[in-house]
């Protein structure tokens, strides 16, 4: 079956630091993934997906950036944080193509900018 | 552009009592997908139930039921019988295709609260 990893589960870092936050997908190949955030007493908004190795798409201009060097591997990076940037990430694999599925979340990174 | 409106910020039941949590969208595709998501304090999001545009088979699983109306486009949510491991936050979520990804817009959750 599909798992997605996701790492670490929380972290607090200070404004203006580096973020790199990791997403691995174990149980199938060349699968659409997602970073979404969900700022605190909000929904869940769509940041970055890919459809292969190296491709982006950026859906909100902000901060952050992402790359999917491996097919299997999507991350997440900041140069410089800021308290914005705080929030829970989470990486999604869509399953659509399967009947009556929709995406596989992972546990989620929970940020705080300091 | 896709919308989806959860009127309902937060709702507090009584264990056994039956709520219903409320979800309108807005498309201009003909063919989408609708979900509804459960996330419990600990974070994860679980995914209970996922309806095609083209299906608005009402469908029941357990104490849960969706009804998906298109003519006002909605796509409601009922608890029946609460339990206290209901509580979470739940969110409703309307899909596109497009360019062979299928991006998610969710409202902003409804936050449920069972009371015991």
């Known amino acids: 079956s599909q798992t997605i990893h996701q790492w670490p589960a929380t972290l607090v870092q200070p404004v203006g630091s580096p973020l790199s936050l990791e997403c691995t997908v174990e149980g199938t190949s060349n699968p659409n993934l997602y970073w979404y955030r969900q700022a605190a007493g909000r929904g869940l908004q769509l940041l970055f997906y890919?459809?292969?190795?190296?491709?982006i798409s950026s859906e909100v201009p902000q901060n952050l950036s992402a790359s999917r060097p491996q097919d299997r591997q999507f991350i997440l990076s900041s140069k410089k944080l800021l308290l914005s940037d705080s929030g829970f990430y989470l990486c999604?694999?869509?399953?659509?193509?399967?009947?009556?599925?929709?995406?596989?979340f992972g546990s989620g990174t929970r940020l705080t900018v300091v | 552009a896709q919308k989806v409106t959860q009127a309902q910020t937060e709702i507090s039941v009584v264990e056994k009592e039956d709520v219903t949590l409320d979800c309108v969208y807005e498309?201009?595709?003909?063919?989408?997908?609708l979900f509804w998501y459960k996330q419990p304090p600990s974070g994860e999001l679980v995914f209970l139930i996922r309806r095609n545009s083209f299906d608005e088979q009402n469908e029941i699983s357990g104490r849960y039921s969706w009804n998906f109306q298109k003519s006002t486009s909605s796509f409601n949510f009922t608890i029946t019988a609460s339990q206290v491991v209901d509580s979470a936050v739940y969110f409703c979520?309307?899909?596109?295709?497009?360019?062979?990804?299928?991006?998610?817009?969710f409202g902003k959750g409804t936050k449920l609260s069972v009371i015991p």
């Open positions: 498309t201009r595709d003909t063919t989408y997908y």
């Open positions: 999604a694999l869509d399953r659509i193509e399967i009947a009556n599925y929709g995406y596989t």
């Open positions: 979520a309307l899909s596109e295709s497009g360019a062979g990804s299928y991006q998610l817009t």
């Open positions: 890919s459809v292969g190795i190296g491709q």
